[in-house]
């Protein structure tokens, strides 16, 4: 299950914080070119990922050292910061992270300096990580950290965003393996016992993202999901299914 037992922690946080010569020779005119073509490119992805985190960086001082708290006391969590043009799903889609919880910039700074308005806001983050173990009890769902046999539909990541109001807003990315392709894997582990894998090209699987406002909006949405309405797509790295045989 997720630890959430350090998300009150962070109020310690506002008990200690009441407001750090050239070369000219052939060889150098060679390595020249290439090192602007590694600047180039590391400029490249430093744009790339200024991009992505161009939310936290307009953080204060003050919301920035409350963040590096929530992180530290909470590792099992994901904590992002996106505003509005920001890429949402990028930045979920590159957490490591089971659990992701996404605050406005504006709610941030908030919570930063209103303690007992940030009490209230990981009070609910805590019920919402409850709600993870929830929908799979309910649904039949696996786990898909932490599982080495995921057979079945996998509850990938549960998501809680907040905007500039503070108003939630839940996402449960779902992944399902095909029955042709589950009961293909089924035969291959019985011909080829001694094999430790096969190879992903062939494997499909089924993913989706259900949004809702509401814990009970998400979980009525989830049991009125229509796999057949889902397209197949081939699984690729990164995905939660054990396809070892």
Do not use: C
Request: hydrophobic share 30%; net charge negative; no cysteine.
């Amino acid at each position: 299950m997720i630890r959430a037992a350090n998300l009150t922690q962070v109020t310690d946080y506002y008990k200690s914080n009441t407001v750090s010569k050239q070369n000219n020779t052939e060889k150098a005119k060679d390595v020249q070119p290439n090192a602007q073509k590694i600047k180039s490119s590391e400029d490249k992805l430093s744009s790339k990922a200024q991009k992505i985190k161009s939310s936290e960086d307009k953080l204060s001082s003050k919301a920035q050292k409350y963040l590096e708290t929530l992180r530290k006391d909470n590792a099992d969590f994901d904590f992002i910061i996106a505003d509005k043009g920001d890429d949402f799903r990028g930045l979920v889609d590159q957490s490591d992270k089971e659990f992701t919880v996404v605050f406005s910039s504006a709610e941030l700074e908030r919570m930063a300096s209103d303690e007992k308005y940030a009490r209230e806001k990981l009070s609910t983050v805590k019920t919402a990580v409850e709600m993870s173990d929830k929908i799979n009890e309910q649904f039949g769902f696996e786990r898909a950290w932490g599982t080495t046999d995921n057979s079945g539909t996998v509850l990938n990541k549960l998501t809680m965003s907040f905007d500039d109001d503070g108003k939630m807003t839940l996402f449960a990315d779902l992944e399902k393996i095909t029955e042709k392709q589950k009961e293909r894997l089924e035969e291959l582990k019985e011909k080829r016992a001694e094999e430790k894998k096969q190879e992903k090209k062939d494997v499909t699987v089924k993913r989706t993202t259900i949004q809702a406002n509401s814990k009970e909006e998400l979980l009525e949405k989830i049991s009125e999901l229509d796999w057949s309405k889902i397209t197949e797509e081939k699984a690729t790295q990164g995905m939660k299914f054990d396809i070892t045989i």
